[in-house]
């Protein structure tokens, strides 16, 4: 019979042990849940955090460069793009997505009219590196091309039309040199926390204000976030940080004035600056030959950079800034100041023969056959540019004065312009000469100086600068951006001797070499022409140079112009120089009455 | 129905299940939507199954339980063994093992007429007065244990003979069956088990060399794949992309839901698929549970069991016979067992095992058999003053 047995210990005991397990187990459970769940819930949702979110850099919209009466200089142009994203065309494995995504581009490019760009290559290099991102099909989508894709959207699930910005340079070619250009951005994706995993298309300044004021351009990324699944495809994507634009560069051009400089070099090889002499702002700087920017965007092709790397005329150098010339008798105002420090006056006589000779070597004059009258004081020898004049000059000055000279004026050493890519130039003394010829300083090496040839060599903006200098007494830091307060130094020559510079220096537009400077302009210019040979036998050519300054009494602008393969300073530079200061200027109105000062 | 079986219903037992299979078609709707459109309405499939479950369940509880223990359960257990061996040699293989016959899996319908025929084998023994104390008892009851049992590890499925073991052992214990045998048998396997872990701890901690773990592995008697998870349970972060990566993303998962959850149907971590979909529903639907109701979700549903398996225990105290009694101490360990050792390897305090969570993980075998079982426990409940 069944045993009355419902009260067996061994059972009793059992229930109770088997419940205090059940409590104890799900007790473990609850408390090891706390743990995760609340205590050190920190350290494993980050992981899970890194693990679904990748982080994109987005740009700024890049400022635009402006000249000073607001002409657009540098701008952005949007382009249109079909991009793709890869997520709406996922399968099971990569490989079948990879070939979704080619099936539905080549029926994209039947409706588009366009062909597919993308190998099935592109497609997997994507999958494999941007799996998160859209996937650009066709670049700069034109209108016709839109309206087809628009009018079939609907077959084309998954694909999107977007925009983005590249640079564009409204005025062409105009101040290329000053400009520069833009390509694309290799950021840094960084690192720990600022680590992102995609970095959005960037443009970065690769010459010129782009490249100088890349960061002030370019105004602050942003970042966006994008959550993806286990396959690494985006589900949600949002706006962490907006980018800041960034900010107008306004520039101190005087358009007029660029233009001018940029057509009277036109088709010849040389450069141009313009500044204003009180506080450095530069009006005006050209280089020739130059070149369209808008051509490198939206990148700058491995050929077209080869093509004009190579090019013998170097249309990407700008001649302004990075271009080193002997200054020819532009330089003679420095002699005549170091002659004059040395104890030389302004009054006195020196006849010039034609020639100076120097043991074996003879520095010729343009006046072969003398002056009329033969002797002649500073004015008059600035006026004609007598080369023994300025020879024997020099000799008196000795070799440090003029080399002290030519410092104090600023040559031999960087203006600090807002430009990358500068020259210093180079004022030789003795160390230098046998450093790089290695050969000692010999007085006919004083002798060549004196006139501004030999291995002195200046940059265009240099020489505009000293011109400012000899005008005002003072030498402007250059500058470009505007707003900027200008600094200034004094060029540190006693007055009496600028007062006597300057005199010859009138002469020379007024009567003298450079008289073509100063046709019928509503202002008076001061100036100095110079003819520099470079070159021996059959490569042996030379430059023309003028620097000027204008209005004589007041200065306020500054030139310098050096055309290679010249003529001479008075007959190629001067009159460019005149039509680049009646741009800024005017001319006296030929039926007026109004005399020029 | 009378009324005294009305009130002797166990209302604990009946709600907390309701309330289980509540959350578990929340759950499985949330883990559904995640994967691809036909597991959209997995969780309408579970409610459905539920449906036939109470069926189920209802029929027995108003059954009286000693026919089923006496009558019914040899011929479940023959057949359940039938059914095992037709599913080695016939069943369809999914995820690395045979389990599947037909539209389910025999295995979990053997654990539960294992057990209520080895509460028949004890009421069979005490009506023909045959004494249950030798060593000779503990063998028939541990035999007829342990065939099925060894029959479900052959598939292979590991985690199903785990759950069933404690409760076959809480049985023998119950129903004072060859004590010591039962003795011999637990500290026999708490030995296995801390052998296979320091085995494991000594072949794979850091730094050991190649050709000592291979000679260590080589002598112990498990698979590669357990191996490893065996070595992700005593070193997480040994490998988070491989073995690792099931635990890993599951405790990223139930990490995220913090205090109060992402919300239902929000949880990031099964929405992107980081829980593999092929065990989000399954093995791991309480991390998609975790995730998306936080701790407070989480303690509910601990609260839930705990009242289950309370309101089971105390079924198994109040029952009207020691059959009984083995059987409803079996039954109770048997849920329990599936609800702790599935929570517990979420979270990382057992190894990954394949194991479903009871009421709540997607599966119709085993969901009805869940159902049956506590049909039966409110057989027991509803029947324990009638007598034969």
Redesign the interface.
Known sequence: MQQPDVSSRTGDVTCLVMAAIFLAGFAAVAIKLKDVQLDNVASITSAGEKQMLRRIRTPGERGRILASDGTVLASNRPVRLITLNPEHFQSRTQDMTATNIHNAVESAAIVVGRDSPLSMHDIERHIKRNLARPLIVWRDVTDSELARFAEHEDMLPGFECEETLVREYPEGSLASHVLGYVGRDRVDAGSGERRFNYVEFEMRGRAGLEERYDSFLRGAPGEDAVTVDARGFARKEWTVVPPQNGPDLILSLDVAMQRAAEEQLRGLKGACVALDPRNGAVLAMASSPDYNANLFVPVLTQELWQDMSNDPSKPLLNRAISGSYAPGSTFKPVTALAGMGAGFSPAAGYECTGAYRLGKMSIRCTHLWGHDPPVLDLTMALKESCNPFFCDLGMRAGTNALIMAARKAGLGARTHIDLPGEAQGIVPDDEWKRANWGEKWYPGDLAQMSIGQGMLLVTPLQMARLAGGLGTGKLATPHLKAGEKGETEPLPFPEWQLEAVRKGMKRVVKDGTGRKAGTNLAVEVAGKTGTAEVGRGATRRKNAWFIAYAPAANPTVALAIVIENGETGGATAAPKAREILKARFGELAQSGGKEGA | MNLKMLLRFNWVLFASMLALLACGTVAIWSAGNAREAIFHGMWMNHLFTALIGLVLYFLLALTDYRIVIRLVSPVAYAVSLVLLIAVLAFGSTVYGGRRWLWFFQPSEIAKLCTLVFLAGMWAWA??L?IPLKGFCAFSAFALAAAVPAALILLEPDLGTTLAFIPAAI?ML????VG?KGVLIAVATGAIAASVVLGAVYEAEKPGQLPEKREAILRHLPLKPHQVKRVKTFLFPESDPMGAGYNL?QS?????????SGRGIGKG??N????L?SSVSMNDFIFCVW?EET??AG??LL?AL??AL??AG?WI??A????AA??LA?GL??LV?AH??IN??MC???VPITGLPLPFISSGRTFLVTMMAALGLLQSISIHKEEST
């Open positions: 005490n009506a007065e809480a214990v119950a129903g004072d004590r890993r405790l990223i998962a139930i990490a995220s839901g913090g205090f990031e971590t929405r992107l698929k980081y593999p975790a936080g701790y989480s303690l601990i069991y705990t398996c309370s225990a198994a105290w029952a009207a016979d020691t009694r083995m101490i109770v360990t329990f609800a702790y929570m517990a979270i990382g305090l």
